[in-house]
DNA sequence: GTCTATATATTGATAGAC
DNA sequence: GTCTATCAATATATAGAC
């Protein structure tokens, strides 16, 4: 859009930044993740980066958000345009898993960042808190479709089930952070094939706790 | 055992301080536990406090050992004499689930310390590495015990089983110290509902990933 | 054993020149 | 937009007195 020096080149350069960053922080991990190390692995001085993103904590958003979008066309949960696609959740999410085997420092910049900003006063704490929620509902509408479609048993429940999946993915990268040797994509394979041995009964009592989602996870 | 002054006391102040420390932890969380703040609510100086625990991380790791023990005696996982014990495994662990809300300060020190370490280099990376593996050893046990009395169903994979469990435990975690609606114990309660109306089949291909055990969780 | 004082290190943030 | 220089805020760790 905008021309004339200044405006699509900052936005340019930002992008740039990004993506530089999150290539770094893949390999080197969080310890290396500070906004000095950051900016000049980008050619940049730590005041250079800080101008385009004010803090290091909108910074680290950024590069999760980042990190979001690519994961979220690359494993198909949104079309070309941006919009939520219909694919095969358990395929997509252990497609995911398997990818993330391939950047440990992006794990742990996640795993770091996301209990660092459980604290309720912190910046990113809305980020997370409101990631949590989209990712649960998508992901519980995802499930709803494929009961429809017959592809998983009608009798789980979707919200529920949104957030245990959401739970065994961030618990699974905690362990493998600790022992590389657990296979994340198998043993959520595992739990898949658990979910689709269950005897297709009706609903049961308990109430959902929460809503339902489909984005992509750290 | 040795009076005479010294060894006696130091091991009565070490405890004193821990006791203290896993209190005003569960109250405050982890950005008040400073060994400053820690030093100061039980009465000491940060330099008293450090001469009983070399260094930050060495007390941290204490406090979450401390708890656990507790927690182990608490919830079933070991009798009186502290030996294994063989309990209800699911009761156990929804009434480990139910106490850990109450504690906030806790979970969100185990969450970020645990995030901390993962780092490779990290001073407490081992104690975590092996508190995962002793947990899921002492896990698979106890589901092969159940499994024998019939409490649980004999086509699950213990040591796949108890990776899940103690990732679905740390994941709920997240997940609640960002919506504190989330209830910990019922979702728990959902998958155990969902293990058990698992069709009761024989064991299957894949080859497990890890070992198994026991112990509490953060 | 416990304290005071201090060293040391790190890092995020700001002021202001170019 | 980008840099240099500098601040300021923590926090841990150590030296050495009492």
Redesign the pocket.
Known sequence: MARRG??A??IA?REEILNAALDIVARAGY?RA???EL?QAV??????????F????QLFVEILRRRDEVDQHVFGAVDDEGRPALTDLPGAVTSLVRHNAEVPGLVQLYARFSSEAAEPGHPAHAYFRDRYETARSAAAASIVEHQAAGTLPAGLDPDRLAVILFALLDGLQTQWMYNPEIDMAEQLGYFWELLSSKTDEGDDSGPASSSAGSAAEG
Chains 1, 2 share one sequence.
């Open positions: 200044s405006y080149k900052g350069k310890s500070t906004v000095r900016a050619g940049l001085s730590q005041t250079g980066l800080l101008h385009y004010g803090s290091k904590e």
